[in-house]
């Protein structure tokens, strides 16, 4: 008797969890975020007609790239974000939003994404390497990069700089993060324009004295 009352039981159970009565727990859906190129409110560029700029690779530490957003605490522990992911490669992102701004800055130049195919004469590459990557919901970003201008034919650095950008994270949120990142990767992007410019009046220049 008390078996099958006990299976009467178990299966009104079953039935009701089938049909929704019971709620059953479920993981929260994932969201995705990216970076976004800010050049479009540029006030001033720089001419760079036939110019052909290759970007990347743009190395960042293996911890950081990765699907899960990764937020810094105040004890400089990391916590990644489950839920919270960004919607293509972070290095990948990274050499796009650069490529985007620049074309932005600079007038004329075509810029190409590594891996370029060998067919285009790219005649400068731009390397990166995310050195530091720190952020606090409350605080701001830290971003710091060391990236170098190579001159392709010559195989040679002709540029070298540790730019470091710090940006206010507003809102405090993953959208806000994302925000600031993008920002950051805008000014890295800007002064990478602003050594292009040099280097093609320094060009331009030494044609002059050569003549």
Known sequence: MMKNKL????????????????????????RFYNLYAVGDNVN????????????????????LNRPQMVITNKDKTVTFAQFNRW???????????????????????????????RTVQVKYQ????????????????????????IDLEKKSAVF?????????????DYHGLASALSKSGALLSQEIAQQFNAIR?????????SK
């Open 7 to 30: 299976k009467f039981v178990l299966s009104a159970i079953f039935i009701f969890i089938l049909s929704g009565c019971v709620p059953i727990s479920s993981s929260p859906n994932a």
């Open 44 to 63: 001033s560029k720089f001419e760079a007609k036939d110019l052909i700029i290759g970007i990347g690779p743009v190395k960042i530490p293996e911890y």
């Open 87 to 117: 919607a293509e490669p972070l290095d990948s992102a990274l050499e796009r939003v650069i490529n985007e701004d620049l074309l932005t800055r600079l007038d004329g130049a075509t810029i190409e994404t590594f891996p370029w195919n």
């Open 126 to 149: 731009v390397i990166a390497d995310v050195v530091r990557l720190e952020n606090e919901f409350n605080e701001k970003l830290i971003f710091v990069v060391q990236w170098s201008i």
């Open 160 to 172: 070298t700089k540790r730019s470091e950008f710090n940006q206010e994270i507003n809102p405090h």
């Open 201 to 209: 009046v320094n060009s331009q220049s030494d044609k002059g004295v």
